[in-house]
């Protein structure tokens, strides 16, 4: 059984790495790959009633990483039809690459850290698209928003959902992450953004398409701050939500799209019909690509039903088998997490590891959180970031392995050199 779930899972990523030679949208290979392993899993089972119980526990955890996927792709394309980033935008007014490539980058690097990877993935993707109107430039500073976002949500409790998962499970405290994995997931993003900007300068790269479009739109600037600053505060209330309620996230993201909804609604009921309906989050509702929230649920249906299989647990113990050493095993697994999703991969750790074993903030789980959190920027399918990236930017597999995958790395190990070297400073617990 496993090996034929091996191949099945290989078929389908093969499928999806090469949508654009077979013609075949990734959310079809994703989600027929998500069906045949659990398919697999039933066939060869001797209790259906325990496997559909068990499909059952893991759609009710991915449905909520889905409404909060959908939920934030409603509300930021809220803000942009009511041109609610021309606030940021206007404030933007540099031709030159590099500069521009050091603003997004810590815009994004913070902004993460403060919501998570995959909503401030959606924020600064669709602050581009106002920003550049080079497909190519558009592209490019996708691809660094990804290492960004991966880089800034790795260090925060609230910025990645492996963080997240350690934190809840008390592998670590929310102090210690933030001051351990700071400094690694901070060289993870700057290594790259220097190499990036002395090649950049060298070649004198300027972006004349650094212009705003200046057009005539259907609301006023106190309209454009309401929506705005009513958006950016309501994904910023996610996280506070959760922790006053104990809800999970997505709950506070969908009352924050409600209240929006309703904000809206009578902001512009004396409108037109024809008017206000390009303004509605009905319409938004229209706008965003659920294409790409299909391909995301078939990527986690797929990896679940590997978990099930136990797969999973039983790459871990073989890490150990084979390796030995934790930190390389570790850097391995951040590796991995780059091919397969990084959530399954942290809970199997979870589930391998006691708290006897490593304690509370024992550099294992810490080093565990960078490596997780931003080894999946090796690949554009690697994180939630980068899955939403491709969605929303069409992003080709090759085109990021080519351009973004080295430079991504190169930050990854540099991020890696810098915790085992703060540890061989302050001491290893």
């Keep these: 059984m496993e090996l034929l779930l091996s191949a099945i899972f290989v078929l389908g990523y093969a499928a999806i790495a090469f949508e654009h030679p077979i013609k075949i949208n990734k959310a079809a290979s994703a989600l027929i790959t998500g069906v045949l392993c659990w398919t697999v899993l039933v066939v060869f089972s001797s209790d259906s009633h325990q496997i559909n119980h068990q499909l059952e526990e893991h759609m009710g955890?991915?449905?909520?990483?889905?409404f909060f996927l959908l939920g934030a792709m409603v509300i930021v394309e809220l803000v942009d039809a009511h041109d609610g980033f021309q606030i940021?935008?206007?404030?933007?007014?540099?031709?030159?690459?590099?500069?521009?490539?050091?603003?997004?980058?810590?815009?994004?690097?913070?902004?993460?850290?403060?919501?998570?990877?995959l909503t401030t993935t959606i924020v600064m993707i669709s602050l581009m698209r106002k920003i550049l109107k080079d497909q190519k430039d558009r592209l490019f500073f996708a691809g660094i928003i990804v290492v960004a976002a991966n880089a800034g949500g790795a260090w925060s409790p609230l910025g990645d959902v492996t963080t997240t998962m350690l934190w809840i499970g008390n592998q670590v405290s929310a102090g210690s992450i933030v001051l351990k994995v700071f400094l690694p997931s901070l060289a993870c993003l700057v290594?790259?953004?220097?190499?990036?900007?002395?090649?950049?300068?060298?070649?004198?790269?300027?972006?004349?398409?650094?212009?705003?479009?200046?057009?005539?739109?259907?609301?006023?600037k106190r309209e454009r701050n309401i929506v705005f600053f009513l958006g950016v505060g309501g994904l910023l209330f996610v996280p506070i939500f959760k922790t006053l309620t104990h809800l999970p996230p997505?709950?506070?993201?969908?009352?924050?799209?409600?209240v929006l909804w309703v904000v809206t609604e009578l902001m512009h009921h004396e409108k037109d019909t024809e008017d206000k309906s390009v303004l509605s989050v009905v319409h938004a509702l229209r706008k965003i690509d659920a294409s790409s929230v299909l391909f995301f649920l078939g990527i986690l249906v797929a990896i679940s039903a590997l978990q099930s299989a136990g797969m999973l647990k039983d790459l871990a113990?073989?890490?150990?088998?084979?390796?030995?050493?934790?930190n390389v095993i570790v850097v391995a697994i951040g590796l991995l997490s780059s091919i397969v999703d990084n959530?399954?991969?942290?809970?199997?750790?979870?589930?391998?590891?006691?708290?006897?074993?490593?304690?509370?903030?024992?550099?294992?789980?810490?080093?565990?959180?960078?490596?997780?959190?931003?080894?999946?920027?090796?690949?554009?399918?690697?994180?939630?970031?980068?899955?939403?990236?491709?969605?929303?930017?069409?992003?080709?597999?090759?085109?990021?392995?080519k351009k973004i995958s080295l430079l991504a790395l190169l930050g990854y190990f540099a991020g890696v050199a810098v915790y085992l070297l703060q540890t061989q400073i302050i001491g290893s617990h």
């Design 61 to 66: 955890e991915l449905s909520g990483i889905l």
């Design 88 to 117: 940021i935008t206007d404030r933007i007014n540099t031709d030159s690459a590099s500069k521009l490539l050091w603003m997004v980058g810590f815009i994004t690097f913070f902004l993460s850290a403060a919501l998570d990877n």
């Design 191 to 220: 290594v790259p953004l220097f190499y990036l900007s002395y090649k950049m300068k060298k070649e004198g790269k300027t972006l004349p398409s650094v212009t705003l479009k200046k057009e005539k739109t259907n609301t006023t």
């Design 250 to 258: 997505f709950m506070g993201m969908l009352f924050s799209l409600g």
């Design 317 to 326: 113990v073989w890490l150990t088998e084979t390796i030995g050493n934790e």
């Design 343 to 401: 959530v399954p991969l942290v809970a199997a750790a979870q589930g391998m590891y006691s708290l006897e074993q490593y304690p509370t903030d024992h550099t294992f789980w810490e080093f565990l959180a960078y490596c997780a959190g931003t080894g999946g920027s090796a690949l554009i399918i690697g994180s939630a970031a980068g899955v939403a990236a491709m969605g929303m930017e069409k992003i080709d597999f090759f085109w990021y392995l």
